[in-house]
């Protein structure tokens, strides 16, 4: 009976794992949550599925949006009555989280991903998503989104955005 | 609860009430100071010196905004109230924020004949930011689990906010005699009131007993000693010790600027106060 239950769960678990792939970033709609390594975890019990999301900023206007996102997709799911989304801090969500798949997607996009393993006082070099020259230039910290910033090849002479590390 | 306290949760912190209500104090400061400067800087919209820091500018007050909501969160969950409502409703004696954050950011009003003062927009955003670095390095060790945590999260956005300010400052003091004058003028204008920063209020004491934070001595000793080290560095004098100004923002006591500013940023919300803002 016990074990009959937990294999209920935890495929019902799986399914919407599954599910949350299609719930895509609204800042970066390439990547899908999963990949930018925002699900923490997927709980269902008792037809209540429970999902805890590490916010990539404190202050980002995308949260309510995904908050719904979420909601919606895996109330479709079968046996589900209820989804509550919670976002949670520890572990706290930082740029390595990103899947390795999910970097390459980033930088089709025109995005450059953040760099890996960056520790306090590393220098912050940028590579041109289009033709991977490192000769580029921060031309603003902040861009249209608090997560990413924008740069200008010297190279092919494009304006791109980059991701911060956030470590 | 003793001195060397640890408090996992909301609930833990409830079972002590003068725990709680030191913790409620600070939440306060952190929430308020966060909320009104982030308020100043979105009346910043439009009028910043280009388009790209327009974009910088308001993507940083978001931040801030969503920092103040955190801890307006917080306060919520200690049974205070809502969080809207706290940002939204309170009258001006109700908050905490320090007296710098909340003057105006120069002659006019924003939609009448705004005369904003860039200089000190960038000082005070810039001598603020880094007495919060401060703040948010000490709390990491804070003895309420829930404040430790976010503030190690909030320490990762902050930090591009230094970087941002660190370059204006750096351009400004380097450039023209007149660009240097003004940011001169805004430094002296900002000092009047700088020394109120690393004031903890009228519950210091206990704030600091619980472990809540770092005592005011040694915020106010660390911060000085950066802001100095960033002064030297970018060639400018070092002003000496901060002011205080004469109204203790820490106890209540505020300016009619920040008046202003809760009327016109509760305008919409006390309309309509089940909208979302
Ligand atoms: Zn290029």
Not at chain 2, 139 to 152: E, M, T
Request: hydrophobic fraction near 40%; proline fraction near 5%; glycine fraction near 6%.
């Amino acid at each position: 009976m016990t074990n009959d239950k937990t294999t209920q769960q935890e495929s019902q678990e799986a399914i919407c794992l599954e599910m949350l792939q299609d719930v895509k970033d609204p800042e970066i709609p390439v990547i899908s949550m999963v990949e930018m390594g925002m699900i923490h975890k997927v709980r269902v019990e008792s037809g209540v599925v429970e999902v805890e999301v590490l916010p990539t900023f404190v202050g980002c206007p995308a949260l309510d949006i995904m908050k719904k996102n979420i909601s919606e997709k895996l109330i479709e799911v079968e046996g589900i009555s209820d989804v509550q989304v919670r976002f949670v801090y520890d572990p706290a969500w930082t740029s390595d989280r990103i899947a390795l798949d999910a970097r390459d997607k980033l930088k089709s996009f025109g995005i450059a991903p953040p760099p890996l393993d960056f520790k306090p006082g590393d220098s912050w070099d940028v590579s041109c998503p289009y033709c991977d020259s490192v000769y580029t230039q921060l031309e603003n910290l902040f861009g249209p989104a608090a997560c990413r910033s924008i740069l200008y090849c010297r190279h092919c002479k494009n304006p791109f955005e980059a991701l911060k590390p956030i470590y | 609860m003793g001195d060397n306290v640890r408090v996992e949760n909301v609930e833990q912190a409830k079972q002590n009430q003068e725990y709680a209500q030191a913790l409620a104090d600070l939440l306060f400061q952190l929430a308020d100071d966060d909320f009104i400067l982030a308020y100043r800087g979105s009346e910043w919209l439009g009028l910043a010196p280009h388009i790209e820091e327009d974009v910088a500018f308001s993507s940083m007050s978001q931040d801030m905004m969503g920092h103040a909501v955190m801890h307006y969160q917080m306060l919520e969950d200690l049974g205070l109230g809502k969080a809207d409502d706290l940002a939204q409703l309170r009258e001006a004696g109700a908050f905490r924020n320090a007296i710098l954050v909340e003057r105006k950011n120069g002659a006019g009003e924003y939609n009448d004949n705004p005369h904003y003062d860039w200089a000190y927009a960038i000082v005070r955003s810039y001598v603020y930011g880094l007495y919060k670095q401060v703040r948010l390095e000490s709390l990491l060790q804070s003895s309420y689990a829930p404040l430790a945590l976010i503030s190690r999260k909030m320490l990762t956005e902050h930090r591009y906010h230094l970087m941002h300010w660190q370059v204006w400052l750096k351009q400004l003091a380097n450039s023209t005699k007149e660009a240097r004058q003004k940011l001169e003028t805004g430094i002296a204008r900002v000092w009047e009131d700088a020394g109120e920063l690393s004031s903890l209020g009228q519950n210091a004491d206990n704030i600091v007993r619980f472990g809540l934070i770092a005592g005011e001595e040694l915020l106010r000793q660390r911060w000085l000693a950066n802001t100095k080290d960033i002064f030297q560095k970018a060639g400018l004098s070092w002003p000496g010790e901060p002011g205080v100004p004469t109204e203790r923002g820490r106890l209540g006591e505020h300016t009619a600027d920040l008046g202003q500013a809760l009327a016109t940023l509760s305008e919409v919300y006390r309309l309509d106060p089940v909208a979302k803002w």
